[in-house]
């Protein structure tokens, strides 16, 4: 077994942070800066301010954009960021993600994991949310996910251009012999207005890197900004659009080999017995080698190409041992049920007294309901694949991931080498969506990088391989109950939600010795946190004991949560009598921003007109990752089945720096979401996922999509997430137009188990 296993140095720190309470050893890591990593690679004559902005003579400059591409757009903002304090132009700037580094932490990632919703400001609150924020810091984990790589970096960027931007004004007062004061900066270039002087960036940089940068440095204000605000470029586009090698699949090495991997398709389980001799001996390969890890237990083959290596996997004969866990769907979900029903949990929303509001509850006015979700497949388009290289005690990583940190660290304990010896090249991500925040397949390249003599080795998944070997969005059941009032509305909800706990999988996979601290409050994410006002409202998470791998995966608990919460609510709005929308308006009085985003969606849609026969609409809201979206979708029947006409969408995102990637994640979101409730799910018989590819779990196709529109609200006083927040609605905005078409309330995804789309 490898030594991943074991604690870290940083994790230990988290566990002590965390114990104590983020006491004097945690506030001591907490204030001192990393490293600039731009330091000792920087060109000749190049010089660099900190660890987003380099510049070179030539007044080329750098921005570096430390989060992964993976289609959202985040480089084009990142850098953005930069530019708007630097005074100069995205076409102007070159961006690169850069190195593996502390120096990037993510703080945003760890802040709303208190116990407190996003719409919560009281002083224990924000003071949870400061605290778990340096937990960030300490751990120096740079990563991409949650929503939050613009929130963790709209004020550490914008400091970063400001203060470049200070110090090259300074250095170039002394060389022009004027105060600064009597300086500005435009386009690159600093401008001495009275005399008609200037100089570039580029020709004071030696000078400016030598003055210490200023401690406080003013940013700009919201009515002078040039660039945020505004829809951008994407900085990522031409590339693509050009077939430009960016993606890890694109690697090529001198003297390359290429692998792959066979893990055994029951989870936990070994091999009872193997035999590989036909294998080795197949034309093009060089090894087979035996992997032992926590994330599974199998072989990786390497081989003079791809091909070899995948014919050679398949003719590996091996017989897996049997699961620990129920060998199909049927048994599993049976485990997720009697969870629901009957295991103990933790009340993440206990407001008022829910038994007490049930116990002389006339029958008339309750209702119960049950809903289930399957697992689910990331299914990035690009192939699960990563690039290792161990030579002269140097190991070379190159792969699409979420986690350069994390990998990095991993990959030298695998390798046995310091850290300052791995370098990692993160590339551009053919689809992420939280697979990619995954260690596997960098572990894996490493392990096989170690039996290839110095050359390096390409490893490329199988489709087949990876739909069975992912670490999933875990399936869940809910039941929930409620009691109307006589005016139809909830006077008391009841919310059990059983899933497998994500975080007690990943600390298995990443740090086994490690149990996780209190309730793993994404079990209830988008259920327990919600703008709604009931007198008595509980929402309990119950972490299912199943020993199947999950994950984050794109808006993580919230997607299938706000199925729940808001198909019950639609129930809750039949029983009573009431309009849907009417019934979340009354619910949310207490909350202007989410009032706004349903009077807007509603006035978009054209909500409560009348439609021709065969026609419906379904409305939906949650607020997730800090956005408050509500969506509604009109669907029509047709002699081919549901087809999906229209999607009006509403957010409020607090803050909108790049209108045009906000909409386009929107979207994106909602047509991930849309994909989900429509027809994916993952199963299992003997003990293994039975889908293999995109044609057992597509995606909606362009001819399925519905036509779009958008509107993007600023009203609420903290910006929110774009990533994921358009997923959670659409899942619940399409069934609950399914039951206003069809009068079919489905509680069990995927839909089309009971309706056909067109």
Same mark, same amino acid.
């Given at each position: 077994m490898w030594r991943l296993g074991k604690i870290t140095r940083r994790a230990f720190m988290l566990g002590s942070a965390a114990v104590a309470g983020g006491v004097a050893v945690g506030y001591y890591w907490y204030k001192q800066p990393y490293a600039n990593p731009l330091e000792g690679t920087l060109a000749e004559g190049e010089a660099t301010f900190n660890p987003y902005v380099k510049i070179a003579p030539d007044n080329t400059i750098t921005v570096i954009a430390p989060r992964a591409e993976m289609g959202q757009g985040v480089s084009t903002t990142l850098a953005a960021l930069v530019a708007e304090e630097l005074e100069v132009g995205l076409d102007q700037v070159k961006v690169e993600h850069g190195p593996a580094s502390y120096a990037y932490y993510n703080s945003a990632m760890f802040e709303e994991g208190g116990p407190f919703a996003f719409f919560d400001d009281s002083a224990m609150a924000e003071a949870t949310r400061a605290a778990l924020g340096s937990v960030g810091k300490i751990l120096g984990l740079q990563g991409t996910g949650g929503s939050t790589s613009i929130r963790d970096a709209f004020d550490k960027m914008r400091h970063a251009g400001a203060a470049a931007r200070h110090v090259l004004v300074a250095a170039a007062a002394d060389k022009l012999g004027v105060a600064a004061a009597e300086l500005t900066t435009e386009g690159?270039?600093?401008?001495?207005?009275?005399?008609?002087?200037?100089?570039?960036?580029?020709?004071?940089?030696?000078?400016?890197?030598?003055?210490?940068?200023?401690?406080?440095?003013?940013?700009?204000?919201?009515?002078?900004?040039?660039?945020?605000?505004?829809?951008?470029?994407?900085?990522?586009?031409?590339?693509?659009?050009?077939? /430009?090698?960016?993606?890890?699949?694109?690697? &090529?090495?001198?003297?390359?080999? =290429?692998?792959?991997?066979?893990?055994?398709?029951?989870?936990?389980?070994?091999?009872?017995?193997?035999?590989?001799?036909?294998?080795?001996?197949?034309?093009?390969?060089?090894?087979?080698?035996?992997?032992?890890?926590?994330?599974?237990?199998?072989?990786?083959?390497?081989?003079?190409?791809?091909?070899?290596?995948?014919?050679?996997?398949?003719?590996?004969?091996?017989?897996?041992?049997?699961?620990?866990?129920?060998?199909?769907?049927?048994?599993?979900?049976?485990?997720?049920?009697?969870?629901?029903?009957?295991?103990?949990?933790?009340?993440?929303?206990?407001?008022?007294?829910?038994?007490?509001?049930?116990?002389?509850?006339?029958?008339?006015?309750?209702?119960?309901?049950?809903?289930?979700?399957?697992?689910?497949?990331?299914?990035?388009?690009?192939?699960?694949?990563?690039?290792?290289?161990?030579?002269?005690?140097?190991?070379?990583?190159?792969?699409?991931?979420?986690?350069?940190?994390?990998?990095?660290?991993?990959?030298?304990?695998?390798?046995?080498?310091?850290? /300052?010896?791995?370098?990692?090249?993160?590339? /551009?991500?053919?689809?992420?969506?939280?697979?990619?925040?995954?260690?596997?397949?960098?572990?894996?390249?490493?392990?096989?990088?170690?039996?290839?003599?110095?050359?390096?080795?390409?490893?490329?998944?199988?489709?087949?391989?990876?739909?069975?070997?992912?670490? =999933? &969005?875990?399936?869940?059941?809910?039941?929930?109950? /409620?009691?109307?009032?006589?005016?139809?509305?909830?006077?008391?909800?009841?919310?059990?939600?059983?899933?497998?706990?994500?975080?007690?999988?990943?600390?298995?996979?990443? =740090?086994?010795?490690?149990?996780?601290?209190?309730?793993?409050?994404?079990?209830?994410?988008?259920?327990?946190?919600?703008?709604?006002?009931?007198?008595?409202?509980?929402?309990?998470?119950?972490?299912?004991?199943?020993?199947?791998?999950?994950?984050?995966?794109?808006?993580?608990?919230?997607?299938?949560?706000? =199925?729940?919460?808001?198909?019950?609510?639609?129930?809750?709005?039949?029983?009573?009598?009431?309009?849907?929308?009417?019934?979340?308006?009354?619910?949310?009085?207490?909350?202007?921003?989410?009032?706004?985003?349903?009077?807007?969606v509603a006035a978009m849609a054209k909500w409560g007109e009348a439609l021709p026969a065969g026609r419906a609409k379904g409305f939906a809201f949650t607020l997730s990752f800090g956005s408050w979206v509500g969506q509604i979708i009109e669907i029509a029947d047709t002699p081919a089945g549901i087809k999906l006409d229209k999607m009006w969408i509403a957010a409020d995102v607090g803050l909108a720096l790049d209108p045009g990637i906000i909409e386009a994640q929107l979207i994106s979101g909602a047509i991930y979401g849309l994909s989900t409730a429509m027809s994916q799910q993952i199963t299992f018989a003997d003990g293994m996922v039975e889908q293999s590819n995109f044609h057992d779990q597509d995606a909606l196709r362009i001819s399925q999509c519905p036509v779009f529109e958008v509107a993007i609200l600023e009203n609420f006083h903290k910006m929110g997430g774009v990533g994921e927040v358009g997923t959670p609605p659409s899942v619940p905005a399409l069934a609950n137009a399914v039951f206003a078409l069809t009068g079919k309330r489905i509680r069990t995804l995927p839909l089309d188990r009971e309706v056909t789309f067109a």
């Open positions: 690159g270039m600093v401008l001495h207005k009275a005399s008609g002087r200037s100089v570039a960036y580029g020709e004071v940089v030696a000078a400016a890197a030598a003055i210490a940068p200023p401690s406080e440095v003013r940013l700009k204000e919201k009515g002078e900004w040039r660039l945020l605000g505004k829809s951008q470029p994407r900085v990522d586009m031409l590339a693509k659009v050009t077939g /430009a090698p960016i993606f890890g699949i694109d690697v &090529r090495l001198p003297d390359m080999l =290429y692998g792959t991997v066979r893990m055994s398709p029951v989870f936990g389980a070994k091999p009872v017995k193997a035999d590989t001799s036909k294998a080795e001996k197949m034309p093009g390969v060089v090894k087979v080698v035996s992997l032992d890890t926590t994330y599974g237990h199998g072989f990786g083959v390497i081989a003079e190409n791809t091909w070899a290596a995948f014919k050679a996997a398949e003719a590996i004969d091996v017989e897996w041992g049997p699961p620990a866990y129920p060998a199909d769907s049927d048994g599993i979900f049976a485990v997720i049920a009697e969870a629901a029903a009957q295991g103990e949990g933790t009340a993440l929303r206990d407001d008022g007294d829910v038994d007490v509001a049930f116990a002389d509850a006339p029958q008339e006015r309750v209702i119960e309901a049950e809903y289930r979700v399957p697992y689910l497949a990331h299914a990035p388009m690009e192939p699960m694949n990563a690039t290792a290289r161990l030579k002269d005690g140097v190991l070379d990583v190159w792969a699409p991931n979420q986690m350069p940190t994390l990998t990095r660290s991993f990959c030298a304990d695998l390798a046995g080498v310091e850290e /300052a010896k791995v370098n990692v090249n993160t590339t /551009a991500l053919g689809g992420g969506f939280g697979r990619r925040g995954e260690l596997d397949y960098s572990l894996y390249a490493t392990l096989l990088a170690k039996e290839a003599e110095g050359r390096p080795v390409k490893v490329t998944w199988t489709r087949e391989e990876d739909f069975r070997h992912d670490a =999933y &969005r875990t399936a869940a059941v809910g039941r929930f109950r /409620a009691r109307l009032g006589e005016d139809g509305l909830p006077v008391a909800v009841d919310m059990r939600v059983a899933a497998q706990s994500m975080m007690e999988s990943i600390l298995k996979r990443w =740090y086994p010795s490690i149990s996780p601290l209190g309730p793993d409050r994404t079990i209830t994410d988008g259920a327990h946190n919600q703008p709604y006002s009931i007198p008595s409202y509980r929402v309990t998470a119950i972490a299912a004991p199943l020993g199947i791998p999950v994950g984050f995966l794109r808006s993580v608990g919230n997607s299938y949560n706000g =199925y729940f919460h808001e198909c019950f609510m639609d129930e809750i709005a039949a029983m009573g009598k009431m309009d849907p929308v009417a019934l979340r308006m009354k619910l949310m009085s207490q909350f202007p921003a989410a009032v706004k985003v349903v009077e807007k």
